[in-house]
């Protein structure tokens, strides 16, 4: 078990700037997802943490020690890819146990470890068999069971699940939780699935052009957006945002009157789309719907407020006309009000 | 209207049966026929005239001992050049195509190349003679200084053969995705036991491939050997021309084609069943 921090670490490859700075603590056992789009650095992250890749500059420290300038295997990590990398030409018994073998540990303790991780990710029943045999969630299992059988200080994983198609990925993502809480191992988890990084980590560090926009709790990121992408990000639908005029320190909407952090002029009104009620019209802000999608769970309205874009989530036992304006009151408590020009929120009121 | 169209794979099939089995099939009969007859009729007489002429031995000598001194060379050279272009970012491609340069000369020309350094007039002695090494212009080819002529023999071969096995093993080395040497890397492997328990396993289709080819290829060594030490070095290949060009022995330079057959088909054979590939076990 360790710690992690990394200390404004940069990298270029030659002139485009993948990580501008990049600082991120990691307590010991705690789940921590990288969320971002492609292309955003958080696999380069995780592959300067493993020692796959060089940084340019800034120190990675685990468990209070550096290990810039260390190989990936005196880093005293594991990691799970995207592909697996189940090697081909070895039973599951011989991948699980590889780790182990490279580290000369007597049979006693590989077959103790093997047997161990196998139960814990069920492949038991496969050990004798070649990778080739399996399914891709099978695969994946061998993989994460190869990583802990040399029980890791660190846990490093990258896009583990995307390779799965979708019902067997929310299998797999419920058990990995469950897995990975038993194993109590420090996990940095590399996604551009927001519902698997809220669904899975203890923190989630969201990475937006070689930077990390904002680190927090699930809730907190979902609720309070440190910046007009991460808002935009994270939720599905993502979250509104509605620009108003601001006078006296104040925003009306309808009936209802909000206080912000501005005098005069204008602010951004970011909005989940959940959080409204239905109300009549000219109670607070009136929608016009242009198209209504019953989705069972709830009802998907899609339209625009104030003559802006906008999605909103009414409960399913609403009735909504496609064309109809509807009234919809907001919730002081579930607001975030963004400077128009920044993109970046105001601290949510105490 | 697709149904009745079944005889359409077959039409296009023919004409390349028909080619092969009247250029292949047909002689391949033929010569099996001249060499275990005399005259029209079953008879060894050709296979005791080969194995009793004075240069059997020496020329099956030599090509295995050719074989074996060149085949591992060129396969470890193959697998070190392809795991250093592996390593390469930029300029990859011309250094494979300055590496395969040798592949676009005929062996005959190889062997006028390797001739032009290594005769008595040739690059060699001159750089070696300009150093104050050697005093006179020395002989490498000849009968009395058979090692040398070895050593030269086997180095042209290497010079003009590898780039195909290099190939085959790029090729081999391509296919293997780099996760799993990184995957191997965090665990712990050493760059030595990542080549040999992670790459080497895994291009184990491309190695098969390239072992039986170029075994069959070196068996069947001629015209460098021909350039360079005419019949001071005999090869089984040379004793076949030989005897169907000098001697007009038609039926023993039969016998010479048959048996290189059959060392080639059990070269084939070994190399099955030693590397062999389980597609079970491959990614």
């Known amino acids: 078990m360790a710690n992690i921090v990394i200390d404004n670490i940069k990298k270029s490859f030659g002139a485009f700037q993948a990580l501008k700075g990049v600082s991120l603590t990691i307590n010991d056992g705690e789940f921590v997802s990288l969320l971002g789009p492609s292309g955003c650095g958080k696999t380069t992250l995780l592959r300067i943490i493993a020692g796959l890749e060089t940084s340019t500059s800034g120190d990675v420290r685990i468990g209070e020690k550096s290990v810039i300038g260390l190989l990936p295997k005196d880093r005293g990590l594991a990691m799970v890819f995207q592909n697996y990398a189940v090697f081909p030409h070895m039973t599951v018994y011989e991948n699980v146990a590889f780790g182990l073998r490279m580290q000369k540990a007597d049979d006693a303790r590989v077959k103790k470890q093997v047997e161990k991780a196998a139960g814990l990710l069920h492949i038991e029943p496969y050990l004798d068999r070649y990778p080739n045999k399996l399914s891709g969630g099978q695969r994946q299992r061998v993989a994460v069971a190869r990583a802990l059988a040399v029980e890791p200080g660190v846990l490093l994983m990258d896009e583990p699940l995307s390779n799965l198609d979708a019902l067997l990925r929310l299998e797999m993502r419920t058990e990995l939780k469950t897995v990975l809480q038993e194993a109590g191992t420090t996990t940095i988890y590399v996604t551009h699935d927001q519902t698997e990084a809220m669904g899975l980590s203890d923190r989630i560090a969201v990475v937006h052009d070689g930077r990390i926009e904002q680190v927090g709790t699930p809730v907190e990121v979902y609720n309070h957006p440190a910046t007009r992408f991460v808002g935009g990000f994270i939720g599905n639908p993502p979250m509104n945002f509605i620009t108003m005029p601001v006078t006296g320190g104040q925003v009306t909407a309808g009936a209802q009157q909000f206080a912000v952090p501005a005098q005069g002029g204008e602010i951004v009104l970011g909005l989940r789309g959940e959080t409204v009620e239905r109300a009549p019209t000219g109670q607070g802000l009136d929608m016009q719907v242009r198209v209504a999608e019953p989705m069972g769970s709830h009802l998907l309205l899609t339209g625009s407020i104030l003559g802006q874009p906008a999605r909103v989530i009414l409960p399913a036992t609403e009735t909504v006309k496609n064309g109809e304006t509807v009234g919809l009151t907001l919730d002081p408590k579930r607001l975030t009000w963004l400077s128009p020009e920044s993109g970046v929120s105001y601290p949510a009121a105490a | ?283």
């Open chain 2, 1 to 283: 209207m697709t149904q009745n169209r079944s005889w359409i794979p077959y039409a296009l099939i023919l004409p390349s049966v028909v080619f092969l089995g009247l250029l292949f099939v047909v002689p391949l009969v033929q010569t099996l026929w001249l060499a275990v007859s005399d005259n029209g009729t079953p008879s060894l007489a050709n296979m005791t005239t080969m194995v009793t002429d004075l240069n059997f031995g020496r020329s099956v000598l030599n090509t295995f001992l050719l074989t074996l001194a060149v085949v591992p060379i060129q396969i470890v050279m193959a697998l070190t050049m392809g795991s250093m272009v592996a390593k390469m970012n930029g300029g990859r491609e011309t250094i494979l195509w300055i590496w395969t340069i040798p592949l676009g000369i005929s062996d005959l020309a190889a062997g006028m190349v390797w001739l032009s350094i290594l005769q008595n007039t040739g690059y060699l002695n001159s750089v070696l003679f300009g150093l104050g090494i050697i005093e006179r212009q020395t002989a490498w080819l000849t009968y009395q200084t058979p090692v040398a002529l070895f050593i030269g023999i086997a180095i042209a071969e290497i010079w003009r053969g590898t780039a195909i096995v290099m190939i085959i093993i790029v090729a081999g080395l391509n296919q293997v995705p780099k996760e799993f040497k990184e995957a191997a890397e965090i665990f712990g492997a050493s760059p030595w036991t990542r080549f040999t328990r992670i790459t080497l396993p895994l291009i184990r289709p491309a190695l098969q491939s390239a072992l039986i080819l170029r075994t069959v290829l070196a068996f069947e060594v001629f015209a460098v050997v021909y350039a360079l030490g005419g019949r001071n070095f005999p090869v089984l290949v040379g004793e076949a021309y030989n005897w169907q060009n000098q001697n007009q022995n038609y039926g023993v330079a039969a016998a010479y084609a048959v048996l290189i057959m059959v060392i080639s088909l059990a070269a084939t054979l070994v190399y099955l069943k030693a590397v062999k590939v389980d597609p079970e076990r491959l990614p």
